[in-house]
């Protein structure tokens, strides 16, 4: 039975990672922006539900503020910075890396260095008896919310017209703008997304994880294993890459508490060594 | 001709500006150009990668902080010092590089930049965490500064020590930079595939100048933790690697003067905001923001590119 609780978790917790390697993935296939941004976004949108709640107690609204707040934010660095170096990599990665430290220092000025967790919804602050054992639904509710995304985005991706869009432009984008498709509409709604699911992750993370200054750092870095270890670019390989991830983590943290990052850094390099662009990466 | 003698002029200017300072300087200051000259060897070793083979690494500081740590470690759990622990240090950082080379190189472009802060990264949490061999957060205090038969025990020592060192390296570099080997990292720089259809071992060259570059970063990681006499985790985290790139960027990627200068600006800039505020972190943020927008080819780019102007009218 331990087993499946610690297979639960390491799936709640991929679901997770999922959220951020999902943005990250997508804004590099369409715009080739390796986007460093991404752990503030999880950071300060956790902390943004951490404010909503403390004046409303709505997580629902915690979650819906938060995403729209970062999606705003996000879709403005695209707009005025990262636009301005459109397919040049390094000036842009230099940018979102600045950001980075720039997030991280406002919000230890705005929310303080001690982690805090948020308080999760009362329906969800019970147990469902499991053997010996009980499991939170908490982290049930997570892989539930998890799977869900990912099903709205492969949908979105796969069976609407702004997902046709995406993969035309992810292909190519000058041909896309040919075709007279709006890529620069296109590129900022794609990076506000990201941005959005990475605050979502934030907020619903918050209860179990705890938010705290240098979690923005240390959730990119495994977000980062991630899309090394199932490709950047690609949807399928997030998910499974997440859930890879994820399940490394929790086991190496339950089994090899002191190695723990080892457990997931190696499988890592082992990949790399194998398929260099991933699982399921391009070229 | 006339340039390679100005720039031995200029060398000789500097090194005499630099012999004056400790006769010149309160010993705080003093201090502080020993720091820029330490981080201006430390930010020259990334530019051997991102400036001259045009590899990006986000993860310099763990062959910095490798270095220094070793020196900490052979000192404080074994009493060994100076002579011994040098070389140990180098050979730490050497390793260390070869082994993230190994990996890195497998990929380019923003798979080696994740790669590279990733593994960085670990190497970081080690330090972080492993409490019971290296103190964790709290680093480790007390390492005693060599004696290579004089004292360097003061601050004025210790700055003609670290002048030697770091002219010693930075005459290496620049035998390195304009070898037949350094040509053709440039080379790998500009054409991958074309160096590679050339007859070019093109990985052999990118590995060998990523482990020279750890090298050179472990040998200003060595100097530091004698400087500070302590080394603590932020030594290799990423903060510090940040610091590294925004150097070689500000003052000028692909020169080795560009990098020594932006190293010198940063050093003075972080214990000028730091005398008053708390917020460095968000400084060097702007700093990475506005150099990206207003100056993306450094100091030294805006200089060449204002003579090119006035000399073509």
Known sequence: MIWVIHILNGVAFGMLLFLLAAGLSLIYGLMKILNLTHGSFYLVGGYIGLSVMRLTGSFALALVVAAIAIAVIGAAIERFFLRRFHLDELPQTLLTFGFLFIFADLSLWIWGGDPIMLTMPQIFQRSVPMGYFSYPIYRLFLIVVGLIIASALWWFQEHTRLGTMLRAGVDDAEIARALGINVSLLFTLIYATGAALAAVGGVLAGPVLSLYPGADFDTLILAFVVVIVGGLGSLRGALAGALLVGLLDDFGKAFFPEFALFTVFVPMAFILVVRPTGLFGRR | ?313
């Open chain 2, 1 to 313: 001709m006339r340039g390679r003698i100005g720039s031995f002029a200029a060398g000789v200017a500097v090194l005499a500006v630099l012999l004056a300072v400790p006769h010149a300087m309160r010993p705080y200051y003093v201090g502080l150009v020993t720091k820029m000259l330490i981080f201006a060897l430390f930010a020259m070793s990334l530019d051997l990668l991102l400036g001259y083979t045009g590899l990006a690494s986000l993860g310099h500081a763990a062959f910095f902080g490798v270095a220094a740590y070793t020196i900490a470690l052979l000192f404080l759990h074994a009493g060994v010092g100076g002579w011994v622990a040098f070389p140990a240090a180098l050979a730490a950082a050497t390793a260390t590089g070869a082994v993230i080379a190994v990996l890195a190189l497998r990929a380019r472009g923003s798979y080696f930049l994740m790669i590279t802060f990733a593994l960085a990264q670990v190497v970081w949490s080690v330090a972080f965490g492993w409490r019971s061999f290296t103190n964790g957060d709290d680093g480790m205090p007390g390492i005693a500064r060599p004696d290579f038969g004089w004292s360097l025990d003061n601050t004025d020592a210790y700055f003609y020590f670290t002048l030697a060192v770091v002219g010693v390296a930075i005459l290496l570099l620049a035998a390195i930079v304009k070898s037949p080997f350094g040509r053709a990292l440039r080379g790998i720089r500009e054409s991958e595939s074309r160096m590679q259809a050339l007859g070019y071992d093109v990985w052999r060259y990118q590995f060998t100048a990523f482990v020279l570059a750890a090298a050179f970063a472990g040998l200003a990681g060595a100097l530091y933790a004698y400087y500070n006499r302590f080394v603590g985790p932020e030594y290799l985290n990423v903060i510090q690697s940040a610091e590294a790139l925004i150097m070689v960027i500000l003052g000028g990627a692909g020169t080795l003067i560009g990098p020594a200068i932006g190293a010198a600006l940063i050093v003075f800039l972080e214990d000028y905001v730091s005398s008053m505020t708390e917020h460095w972190v968000m400084v060097l943020g702007i700093i990475y923001v506005l150099v990206t927008l207003f100056a993306p080819r450094g100091l030294v780019g805006m200089i060449v590119d204002y003579r090119q102007r006035r000399s073509t009218p």
